[in-house]
């Protein structure tokens, strides 16, 4: 737009000659406008108080039983005191576990507030306008359009201006575009793309030099900032994967314990003849017992100890507040390199100075310069250089020897096939050119304008191309090679020419196979010809990216090698968003603003430290400490790592449940006294189990070549496509329908939110359900069959075998209480008088319950003791349980040291006998029947991974043929 339209569109008049005398807008029509269009803002995200935050978390299906289950203890510690007196521990541990839950989960969900925050500390509290005529200091909040804006070096500009007068202005736009020169900025502009309008300036980002009055042409929401902004708050970032197993493992476990202990309920309130109150009680035991309450706190632990891990190895998980440095290094290293070439580098400019400077922009695509440079002819030197094709057609002469020699069609044509061949390499190549200026026409003190131009742009003399290998970074084609012999397809995304990105990525081990073109080329044939199934790599133009249909985007990503190139910043979005669907979980790196996006669409965003800017750290959940893509490996490989430990400890944790669930069945349908109270099974759940469990988070891997060989958990195929769009489907039609208007979810009323659990809880009772999560796929998950068969069926039974046996064999070996008497006496138990053994004795109502708690401390001991097996078991994922590897951890020791001297205190200190029903009369020969029986698990361990791994392989990655995985000079360079 002119100037004149400025002034009539915004209603404000303005002085270009003599910007700080301007009218500007008066007071009165700024407050109109301030009430008409809202104040110059982000939009803040909607939020909830914190309470109620922490209430979603806290009324979460798990917590929300366990706070039932605590308050009924509670209940029934007050209408009958002293017959409930274990309540008043239980209740109070089972309503800390749940708080506790809440906590940490609102701890973590803190995170997205953080993002739009960043984005608002680039606006700047105050700016100076011209209003009434004069220039005043008012708050960034308070622009209006229309509002004439003063700025100067080191100043944040406050909205999106439109220049109208500036002096030697230069702004910072390397958080939008990713440019680290400055940008000089004026009233004139020849450019389409508003990033490098150079009449434009944009909210949030820096003036470096100079200065420059501009009118107000977008505020708030609507500035390019506001933009990014709205498209980032408005992209949630699923559940991760891991995150949605647990919760589906969770709710699985949660339903059925709830299911099970209303049965259960009303099966000792019918078959068993309890009054509510001890039927009550019975039913908060087996809930107790099916639900592995230190579960949740393990998880987080261990996923605690792996950060802390991944950060000693340059990767670091959440985002990091630091301050980004602008430029890029490889860059600068290249322009150190020729510095170290030239002698007297400086000097060069000292003797020959600038007169003149039009930067690079995208449309030209080349650079000028104008320097005091005497020759045959004058004293000025035009200087060109850019694009080889754009500064080809600016030429009609090149330099042949030391003669000029004019510039024919055949020599373009041999400049374009040079350039082409270079360009194939993977090398940036730049063409040069120059203009002797005649004295006559440009004298020495002749003064140069940038708009309108009075320098030539044409009859230049060629003088050749410059082609600058720039090396990939230490490490990368390495790290991609590792990534690939991982199974993971490694995308580039770029903006460089479609030749340079592919030979690029011939470098660096991401692409190795023949594209279209080039498959046509070797045959000699029409690309057309070359059917798609004989391709594995594919280059795509950025320009095709709009135009791509369904069956498009299917072909792509079928490729295993694939290039993006010649593509803007909001494509990375579109390309995340299109492998999403079909099932990828897609890994993004990125350093601006604009990658935000992305960024947290991602599920998992990789922000860089050194480069990066603060808002893409926020969006990150990851952060390259050294900005190295290297780093990734150690990434991709404490992952694996965090997965395979994270399996071992739910296979070890869910084991012990099986017991503690057998103890409340027998104490029902045998009958017999219960063998496993409620506090000992919290005691469990919670104590030796909890540091076992948490020993897991120093194992190294069984095989390091192994554990990144191994086939990704989720491979892509055709049949898992189809799965998740058929999902995709049953949910959408389940979802409660969204405003037909707006497209906006139904507000998340109490109703909803009631109407929405009853429905989570009834899902799990559902066919589908069942089905989804159960039925026949090459996907490894967290819990899967083979857990869940060896926790409950196999392992779990050996282990109530063994706990069976303690528990009988106490109690005989203390009062010679046989199983028979036991299970005979069950409803008199400790209530109705002494009873008379086979064997003559008479055991008091006192000695009954510490014949019971004889038994109930080996019940609890052996437990300790055949996990203890167990946990060496589980280390191995890939193997057999045996060898060197068994004692690579020596915090399993440490743990299992500190639940055998958390079950001593519990079983043999006198005054913890009354809280926990336990007993120090538990003599210690007791401990050889669960030791015995833990060796044949051991021996059954052993003999049942033999017979699988026979059955069924580990799956493994199929070797990628081609990969040059040894160090070049190249590859090797810092």
């Not at 109109?32 to 914190?50: A, F, V």
């Not at 960024?599 to 952060?623: F, H, P, R, T, Y």
């Not at 109502?845 to 060496?872: H, R, T």
């Amino acid at each position: 737009m002119t100037v004149e339209e400025v002034q009539k569109k915004y209603n404000v008049s303005f002085t270009p000659e003599k910007p700080a005398s301007s009218q500007g807008l008066s007071a009165a029509e700024a407050a109109k406008r301030l009430e008409e269009y809202g104040p110059n803002q982000l939009s803040p995200p909607k939020k909830r108080h914190p309470f109620l935050k922490f209430l979603d978390h806290l009324l979460g299906l798990f917590n929300l039983m366990l706070l039932v289950a605590g308050v009924a203890s509670y209940i029934l510690l007050a209408i009958d005191f002293e017959g409930n007196k274990p309540n008043l521990w239980l209740g109070a541990i089972l309503l800390a576990v749940a708080f506790l839950n809440a906590f940490i989960e609102f701890f973590q969900g803190q995170k997205s507030a953080a993002i739009l925050e960043s984005f608002l500390n680039l606006i700047p509290a105050k700016c100076y306008v011209v209003r009434d005529g004069k220039v005043a200091q008012i708050s960034a909040l308070e622009l209006v359009l229309g509002d004439i804006v003063y700025a100067r070096s080191g100043d944040k500009l406050p909205a999106d201006l439109y220049i109208f007068s500036a002096n030697e202005l230069k702004v910072d736009n390397s958080s939008l575009t990713g440019e680290a020169d400055p940008q000089e900025r004026g009233p004139r502009n020849r450019y389409q793309n508003p990033l490098e309008a150079t009449n434009l300036v944009f909210n949030g980002t820096l003036v470096v030099n100079g200065e420059g009055y501009g009118v107000v042409v977008r505020t708030g929401d609507n500035t390019v900032i506001g933009q990014i902004a709205s498209l980032t708050a408005n992209e949630e970032r699923g559940k991760s994967p891991l995150t949605t197993e647990i919760d589906l493992f969770v709710k699985l476990i949660a339903s059925v314990a709830a299911v099970v202990a209303i049965i259960f309920f009303i099966l000792g309130l019918t078959a068993k003849g309890l009054n509510i109150s001890q039927a009550l009680n019975f039913a908060i035991g087996t809930f107790v017992s099916f639900v592995p309450e230190g579960l949740p706190a393990t998880v987080t632990i261990l996923l605690t100890f792996a950060a802390k891990r991944m950060a000693l190895r340059n990767v670091l998980e959440g985002p990091v507040s630091e301050r980004p440095i602008l430029g890029d290094a490889t860059e600068s290293g290249l322009l150190r390199n020729a510095a170290a070439k030239i002698k007297d580098f400086d000097g060069i400019y000292d003797r020959y100075p600038k007169v003149l400077e039009i930067p690079f922009n995208s449309d030209n695509k080349w650079a000028l310069t104008v320097h005091r440079k005497p020759h045959d002819k004058g004293d000025l030197m035009l200087y060109l250089k850019g694009a080889p094709e754009r500064v080809l057609r600016l030429c009609s002469t090149f330099l042949q020897g030391n003669e000029t020699v004019p510039l024919t069609e055949e020599h373009k044509k041999q400049f374009e096939a040079t350039y082409t061949l270079m360009a194939s390499k993977g090398h940036r190549v730049l063409a040069f050119a120059a203009l002797a200026l005649p004295r006559e026409q440009y004298p020495a003190d002749f003064v140069f304008n940038k708009d309108p131009p009075n320098y030539p742009t044409t009859g230049l003399t060629f003088y050749g191309l410059v082609s600058l290998e720039d090396p990939p970074k230490h490490g990368v084609r390495e790290a991609i090679g590792h990534c690939r012999e991982a199974g993971i397809k490694v995308m580039m995304v770029t903006g460089d020419h479609p030749l340079t990105a592919e030979a690029i990525g011939r470098k660096i081990n991401l692409m190795l196979q023949d594209t279209k073109e080039k498959l046509a080329q070797k045959r000699n044939v029409p690309v057309e010809s070359i059917p798609e199934s004989d391709v594995n790599a594919i280059v795509i133009h950025g320009e095709q990216i709009d135009h791509l249909t369904e069956s498009d985007w299917e072909n792509i990503f079928d490729k295993e090698e694939i290039i993006f190139a010649r593509t803007s910043p909001k494509h990375k979005l579109q390309i995340v968003k299109r492998a999403q669907s079909r099932g990828h979980i897609v890994g993004v790196t990125g350093d601006g603003v604009n990658d935000s996006p992305a960024l947290k669409k991602a599920d998992l965003g990789i922000a860089m430290n050194v480069s990066g800017s603060d808002v893409s750290k926020e969006a990150a959940a990851m952060i390259l400490i050294d900005d190295n893509f290297a780093s990734t490996v150690s990434g991709i490989e404490e992952g694996r790592l965090i997965f395979q430990n994270l399996k071992k400890s739910v296979r070890y944790t869910v084991t012990h449940t099986m017991p503690q669930v057998w103890a409340n069945l027998l104490y029902i349908i045998v009958p017999l006294p219960l063998p496993l109270g409620a506090m000992l099974i919290l005691v469990t759940d919670l104590g030796f189990e909890l540091f076992n469990a948490l020993s897991y988070a120093w194992d190294p891997p069984e095989s390091k070549t192994g554990l990144m060989k191994l086939a990704p958990r989720k491979p892509v195929t055709a049949a898992s496509i189809e799965r998740l769009r058929r999902r995709e489907r049953e949910a959408a039609a389940d979802r409660p329908p969204h405003d037909p208007e707006s497209g906006t979810p139904p507000p998340r009323t109490l109703s909803a939110k009631i109407s929405n659990g009853w429905r989570t809880v009834k899902s799990v009772f559902t066919r589908r359900f069942w089905r989804d999560h159960f039925e026949e796929t090459e996907e490894e998950v967290l819990v899967d069959r083979e857990i869940l068969c060896w926790s409950y069926l196999e392992a779990g039974t050996i282990e109530t075998i063994g706990c069976l046996a303690t528990y009988f064999t106490a109690m005989w070996y203390y009062k010679r209480l046989t199983p028979y008497e036991a299970q005979r006496y069950a409803g008199q138990w400790g209530t109705d008088g002494p009873i008379t053994l086979m064997n003559g004795n008479i055991l008091s109502v006192d000695e009954q319950k510490e014949v019971n708690n004889v038994g109930q401390s080996g019940y609890y001991m052996a437990i300790f003791f055949q996990q203890c097996f167990n946990l060496f078991i589980c280390k191995a994922r890939l193997g057999l349980p045996i060898g060197s590897f068994m004692f690579s951890n020596r915090y399993n020791f440490v743990g299992i040291l500190f639940g055998m001297a958390l079950v001593c205190f519990v079983v043999y200190v006198p005054p913890l006998n009354v809280a926990f029903s336990t007993s120090w009369h538990l003599s210690p020969i007791m401990w050889l029947i669960p030791i015995g029986n833990g060796c044949l698990l051991f021996g059954y361990a052993i003999v049942r991974t033999i017979i699988i791994r026979m059955r069924n392989p580990i799956k493994y990655t199929r070797d990628v043929v081609g990969l040059q995985m040894y160090p070049t000079r190249w590859s090797t360079r810092g």
